[in-house]
């Protein structure tokens, strides 16, 4: 029997002993009845490991020892791909803390750390910060920096009108629970980070704890496409607001969002803007894997992906393959996941979706095609999300061809919120169009449906005919698209799966 085997016997050996002797202090103790109770309850099961056992065993990779280049590459694929939303998230917080104060950078909403700014209006086609924008809602945006201060998020009363605060820590898991949906009362909520120790002041409604100290914040209130609804919405978004714990006073605070600075924003090109960098990763995996205590069952990965580092500082020579390496998950692992027909649950007609958004845990794979695709996801009970590509026939969605999406009657995406369909050019931004609409749902108040109670949206470049018209969605005039279902607040046959969405059928 090998020597490592003697050891394993040896430990089992002593394990069992422990057992016997507290059998033997429990008889000593209790009498003959408790000792039988006891070997009665301990003899049908194996017994556990004592909880100090860990401390036994290595902490992790012994870092004297020489790793080959080839192992190390191996170790940093994985780094790379588990970190992708991290990283993301990451360097928004750190474009965030340039940010002087609440203002408008181009079409965007920006401000500093800690802060919230608001759009008044649906956003812009030009905004290239995060692919898969809607236009059902009016937008806020906002990085949390939960070590420097606990954050005060102010909710007024919304009435009748849906809306929905979306809080996501570093792994891009939701932690709050402020929306409609809720019942959420108006008042003041404090987000802390997992460290905070401090008192509550009087007047704040509740505190959630974020597991990480940088996040992001995004507010959405939904507006009519109406209006009358956009100039209804100002008189409520004005009291949306989030701020440090230091200037919490249990006052209401407003905002005319429509008067905050205005500066002109740097040629963002026709992608969504890039955040994670092979060249400069492992220089930023330590802030990361700091902010991010391991999960349950993650403190190997933890120790290897120290070791790694440890590795590079050791020989500087490794990085520069090690670079090579994540550039390659980056291209060959990380850029296909952008596209829809290539990842998440398959669903009926080519349709596909996801279960756990927002609350992705250990599921490696999906957090990270959906960090690439279209990150910051609300949770499956706030949104649930129907991803397309492809027509009936499984053929790439293109402007060159028109096509329909027919729901049958009453089978629009059952809500408790509204629904929606976008359309989105190759790179999951809105295609231009002269009458400016890019997605069409609850919010339009002229579709108009057919004799039997069917409702089709005809989905194509070229004008259709005047009949049509109020149920028209462009296309870009040439190249690929997508389709994309919201339900927001979504009744249970959405969430259940019992509901999927219709056909998306190529017209003649």
Not at 29 to 36: E, P, R, T, V
Not at 451 to 474: F, K
Request: net charge neutral; with cysteine; charged share 20%.
């Amino acid at each position: 029997m090998s020597n490592t085997n003697d050891q394993r016997l040896d430990r089992r050996t002593l394990l069992r002993a422990g057992a016997i002797l507290a059998a033997a202090s429990t008889l000593g103790a209790s009498g003959h009845s408790a000792a039988h109770a006891q070997a009665s309850s301990l003899n049908p099961q194996p017994l556990p490991p004592s909880p100090e056992w860990a401390r036994a065993l290595p902490p992790g990779p012994d870092t004297s020892v020489k790793i080959t280049e080839a192992y190390a590459a191996m170790i940093a694929c994985d780094a790379y791909f588990w970190a992708w939303p991290m990283v993301n998230l990451y360097n928004k917080r750190l474009n965030f803390k340039n940010v002087p104060e609440v203002m408008m950078v181009g079409p965007g909403p920006a401000a500093p750390l800690n802060r919230v700014a608001m759009l008044t209006d649906y956003i812009e086609p030009e905004q290239r910060l995060v692919a898969c924008p809607n236009q059902d809602v009016v937008y806020g945006a906002g990085s949390l920096a939960l070590d420097l201060s606990p954050v005060v998020v102010q909710v007024p009363d919304f009435g009748d009108r849906f809306w929905v605060y979306q809080m996501v820590d570093l792994r891009t898991d939701g932690f709050v629970q402020l929306g409609k949906m809720y019942g959420t009362t108006p008042g003041f909520y404090l987000l802390v980070g997992p460290n905070w120790r401090g008192d509550i002041p009087k007047g704040i409604t509740r505190v959630f704890r974020s597991p990480t100290n940088t996040g992001f914040a995004g507010p959405r209130v939904f507006q009519d496409d109406t209006p009358e609804d956009k100039k209804a919405i100002q008189s409520v978004i004005q009291w949306i607001t989030m701020y440090p714990l230091a200037e919490f006073d249990g006052r209401m605070k407003s905002t005319d969002w429509s008067k905050i600075k205005k500066v002109p924003a740097t040629s963002a090109g026709e992608a969504e803007t890039k955040w994670v960098f092979p060249d400069k990763f492992f220089d930023q995996l330590p802030d990361v894997l700091a902010d991010a205590p391991p999960l349950p069952g993650e403190e190997s990965r933890y120790a290897q992906m120290r070791a790694l580092l440890e590795a590079i500082k050791n020989n500087p020579a490794l990085k520069a393959p090690l670079i090579k390496a994540a550039t390659e998950v980056e291209e060959q692992i990380v850029k296909p996941l952008f596209e829809f027909r290539n990842w998440g649950q398959q669903l009926p007609h080519h349709w596909s979706t996801i279960s756990n958004e927002a609350a992705f845990g250990a599921d490696y794979f999906t957090r990270t095609a959906a960090a690439k695709s279209n990150i910051l996801v609300n949770s499956p009970n706030e949104t649930k999300y129907f991803y397309q590509d492809l027509d009936a026939s499984g053929a790439r969605l293109n402007g060159a061809n028109r096509y329909t999406v027919t729901f049958a009657k009453d089978q629009t995406p059952p809500v408790n919120g509204f629904w929606s369909l976008t359309l989105y050019n190759e790179h999951h931004f809105f295609a231009p169009n002269e009458i400016k609409r890019y997605s069409t749902g609850t919010k339009n108040k002229a579709l108009k449906h057919n004799p039997d109670g069917s409702l089709t949206i005809h989905v194509q470049a070229d004008t259709p005919p005047a009949a049509q018209r109020d149920n028209w969605l462009p296309a870009p005039k040439g190249g690929d698209f997508t389709l994309y279902v919201r339900a927001y607040w979504p009744k249970t046959p959405v969430t259940d799966g019992s509901w999927t969405p219709p056909a998306v059928q190529r017209a003649g």
